[in-house]
């Protein structure tokens, strides 16, 4: 054994609390970055795929001969092809893999060709006969809730029921239909291996779920397919669940030829569920000193044709519907109904959206009633550390600084008095749409929480392994880097608990690694962060003790001021820890939805100014600042772009997102007609973090993804109520809502 | 038919059996993936290239309409072994998330700075008012190209 004295003592680079650059920053700002629309393969096929024109039709007949004949055309497949499990689903798998004797949604697979190039396919697609006969579609919600066609239902009682307020307010409020429209469409390639089994290469939040739904379809042994992460266009909850992966190995092993599929932009608004349109109904009661005593809630959630996460979804919607506040008389009913519409699920807030700008909108009206300042009425009530959920009555744990985010905000100086004579800064932009002297100012504020991590007592873990190389060390994951910076992030755990500065991550595949949940939920900093930080530290702890040394570094491990093992020496040897990190137990709430359903909270804030031009409609989202609840800012940088983008995703909820549904088609299924904010929609941001210790996650981190998507939307709402006076019930807020109401 | 056309100062031949677009000849025939196809109409921005010095959505050129062009990709955007002030700056200020819009934002970005140095913020919300970012917010790559100025000054 070499040693040497004399130790440098310094800070390894890129730890947590800094923000060091991203390692696949070079590569995609150079075009060098391989997502799934750009795999290929040695004798690669093309894959297209028959969607069914009717919200509701019964199948009577599908003729793949015409498409067969075509030459070029290796495999036309139906649901009689199926070889395993005929139906998937994340949690409940109802949802056909290939529609067999009815297609109940409009865009639901029917068949799935491969071809030898992509213009053979889609003709291959359209040469397939099927024979509809058109079913009358279920697509009005209520009537569905009124038939019991249901997924779940809801139903939380806490506290004395009868106890009644001297101040109500009541509200109807309506969420549309949001897309996450992640730029990346469904992508993905499937490369038979030859002996029965495949390798799938496709967009994904979670490669295990999609493994294990792809094994059951295809009836095939779990060894026998392995999922790959690969390189992903954004997903936002869109990429949690299957849909062009069980076809594409059906493809693959039929033709025993890699297959390869990207579906078109209108495809991918058919392709993945959205986030579910709701319709709440709420009642707020309150004393004269403005503290919340009874609050009632109903939420219906539109869930479409198959379950997806439905049920989730709905638990969330409904265990927030509160909001960050405490009340101990509290009633929620709750219904995700099941229709001929789209399937709707998983996006960026997950239910806690919706009721977001319902519950803000009623405390707005309760301030209003009250003649109190709305922030001062959200601080009376505030929920913080040691109060009871007003839902599930679960207490709050961890660090929840519910105060300090309203206090932030009041702080927060409001810009100049408007409007700008700057044309682009006016509602309806640089068109001259609108004149200064027709444009009103608004403020309006919102607050909002969500859970961290799975809920419900899911058995919520991942897997995280961390090795020793020649170079420093790796962290192997299954969990999916979507554009977040987990790919940062976990590195920069990893050095700071090994105290080294070279640690790479490895995204490999299913058979490498056990599951690391979902990217979703704003989890894997924190689940897959804590299996990093736990599988660092041990792997620390055995090197130290191994060498009976005290400190690990660059250079090795040192004794003192002696290198008694140079890292070359560690490297040789055989050094990894294995972790699965699993956070505080969770259980499914009684039939009170009374329990402890959550492992951690995130609070956050927003304020909202807008000018609007009444008589136009039209709405200029100027500035939408915020505080958050972050635990601690592992990295800084990639903090605040979770929260400059999760706010435009909420500012295109409040005045333009929305896929416009007509007897269960979507009329708007492209960018031209789908409006997603552009870079003159972006409202300035200024974004306080706010740091407590306590959360469980590494280092006391808490995951930061969704929470500025959830209260953006409602307090831009709110700034436009303050700037229209018109009482503004649904989101998006359309022109003729505000000049024609 | 044959389209010959010079692709990042390379002069280059495609045998175009399609009647695609720019986008698919890059993609697909010339093996050039760094243009990206996200929305097929041009809204979105993601496939932009320079086409003849014009700044252009490759997925609405007909691969045909090209044949004699100059066409300039992300791949060319900057020297070899080399980043563009616009992409160093961009790496630097965390404005690349999926990456996914990325290409197409270096593109515009390197086509406005090739004819204003100094943009101000407002020039670059012009300029790059055409290409749909669904992941940052836009907040950084403002804040990016309005530093970029400085790296290229260097």
Not at chain 1, 364 to 382: F, G, K, Q, V, Y
Not at chain 1, 605 to 618: M, P, S, T
Not at chain 2, 118 to 129: C, D
Request: hydrophobic share 40%; aromatic share 4%; glycine share 10%.
């Amino acid at each position: 054994m070499s040693t040497r004295t004399g130790r440098k003592v310094g800070t390894p680079q890129g730890v947590v609390g800094t923000s060091p650059l991203r390692p696949d920053g070079i590569p995609k700002l150079q075009g060098r970055f391989e997502y799934a629309q750009d795999l290929a393969a040695e004798g690669m096929l093309w894959a297209a795929t028959v969607r069914s024109p009717h919200a509701r039709a019964r199948i009577a007949s599908i003729d793949i001969a015409p498409a067969l004949a075509i030459g070029g055309v290796h495999a036309c497949l139906t649901a009689d092809d199926v070889p395993g499990r005929a139906t998937f689903g994340l949690e409940h798998p109802d949802q056909p893999v290939l529609a067999a004797q009815e297609a109940r949604f409009w865009g639901e697979p029917v068949a799935v060709v491969a071809a030898e190039d992509l213009d053979t396919a889609r003709r291959a697609a359209a040469a397939i006969e099927v024979g509809y006969e058109p079913l009358e579609a279920l697509t009005d919600p209520e009537e569905a809730n009124r038939r019991d066609e249901v997924f779940r239902r809801m139903r939380i009682r806490r506290g004395d029921q009868s106890v009644r307020g001297a101040v109500v307010v009541e509200g109807e409020y309506e969420v549309g239909m949001q897309d996450q429209a992640p730029l990346g469409t469904e992508a993905g390639l499937a490369v038979p291996d030859g002996q029965g089994g495949v390798d799938l290469y496709a967009t994904s939040q979670y490669v295990h779920v999609d493994q294990e739904q792809v094994v059951a379809s295809l009836g095939l042994r779990p060894d026998q397919v392995r999922s790959h992460p690969t390189g992903i266009g954004g997903a936002f909850g869109a990429r949690e669940d299957v849909n062009l992966h069980i076809h594409l190995c059906m493809l693959a092993l039929h033709t025993g030829r890699p297959v390869k599929m990207v579906y078109r932009r209108s495809e991918s608004f058919t392709g993945h569920v959205h986030r579910h349109p709701a319709w709440l109904r709420y009642r707020h009661e309150a004393d004269r000193d403005g503290r919340l005593v009874r609050v009632e809630a109903s939420v219906v959630l539109d869930g479409g044709a198959y379950a997806s996460t439905t049920s989730a979804v709905l638990a969330n919607a409904c265990y927030f519907a509160v909001g960050p506040y405490t009340c101990d008389s509290v009633a929620v009913d709750g219904v995700g109904v099941r229709t001929n519409n789209p399937p709707c699920g998983a996006m960026r807030g997950f239910g806690a959206v919706q009721v977001c700008f319902g519950y803000e909108s009623q405390m707005d009206r309760l301030a209003h009633a009250l003649e109190m300042d709305p922030l001062t009425l959200r601080e009376i009530n505030a929920l913080e550390t040691g109060h009871p959920l007003a839902t599930t009555g679960q207490v709050i744990q961890t660090p929840l600084p519910t105060v300090e985010v309203i206090k932030s905000l009041q702080a927060m100086p409001l810009p100049e008095a408007g409007p700008s004579d700057l044309p682009t800064e006016l509602p309806g932009g640089s068109g001259l749409t609108s004149e200064p002297q027709h444009v009103t100012r608004g403020v309006g504020y919102a607050l909002g929480i969500k859970n961290l991590g799975f809920s419900e007592g899911s058995d919520d873990y991942a897997q995280a392994r961390v090795r020793i190389t020649d170079s420093g060390a790796v962290v192997e994951t299954a969990a999916i880097e979507v554009g977040q910076g987990l790919v940062t992030v976990l590195a920069q755990i990893a050095r700071s608990a090994l105290g080294i500065s070279h640690v790479e991550v490895a995204h490999v595949d299913t058979s490498k690694i056990d599951s690391a949940g979902s990217t979703s939920a704003s989890r894997q900093t924190q689940v897959s962060g804590g299996a990093t930080l736990e599988a660092a530290q041990r792997l620390r702890e055995r090197i130290l003790g191994q060498f009976d040394g005290d400190v690990l570094d660059d250079e090795g491990v040192w004794r003192g001021d002696t290198l008694v093992t140079p890292w070359t020496a560690l490297a040789a040897g055989d050094w990894e820890e294995t972790v699965t990190f699993r956070h505080p137990p969770t259980t499914m709430t009684d039939d009170n939805g009374q329990g402890v359903a959550h492992a951690d909270f995130a609070v956050a804030g927003h304020r909202a100014v807008v000018d609007v031009d009444v008589e136009l409609g039209l709405v200029k989202v100027l500035r939408v600042d915020t505080a958050q609840d972050v635990g601690l800012a592992l990295n800084p940088q990639s903090v605040r772009g979770q929260i400059e983008g999760g706010i435009l995703q909420g500012v295109g909820l409040a005045v333009m997102e929305e896929l416009v549904m007509g007897e269960g088609v979507i009329l708007n299924p492209t960018f031209t007609d789908y409006l997603l904010p552009t870079i003159l929609d972006a409202p300035e941001v200024e974004a306080l973090l706010i740091e407590q210790e306590g959360s469980w996650g590494p280092y006391g981190a808490k995951g930061v993804g969704e929470p500025p998507t959830i209260s953006s939307t409602a307090a831009v709402a709110a700034a436009i109520r303050a700037a229209s006076g018109r009482e503004i019930e649904r989101v998006p807020v359309r022109p003729q809502d505000i000049a024609l109401p | 038919m044959i389209v010959e056309l010079t692709v990042n100062g390379e002069p280059v031949t495609a045998r175009v059996n399609h009647p695609g677009s720019l986008l698919d000849l890059l993609r697909d025939d010339l093996g050039l993936p760094g243009s990206k196809s996200a929305c097929e109409q041009g809204e979105c921005g993601s496939c932009s290239v320079i086409l003849d010095g014009a700044l252009v959505c490759s997925c609405l050129v007909l691969a045909a309409d090209a044949h004699g062009s100059a066409v300039t990709t992300v791949e060319g955007i900057s020297e070899p072994g080399a980043l563009h002030p616009v992409q160093e700056a961009m790496h630097r200020a965390g404005a690349v998330q999926c990456g996914f819009c990325t290409p197409g934002i270096v593109v515009a970005a390197a086509d406005l700075f090739a004819v204003n140095p100094h943009p101000t913020a407002t020039e670059i919300k012009e300029a790059l008012a055409g290409n749909i970012c669904r992941c940052t917010g836009y907040g950084a790559i403002v804040r990016a190209l309005e530093g970029a100025e400085i790296v290229a000054d260097r």
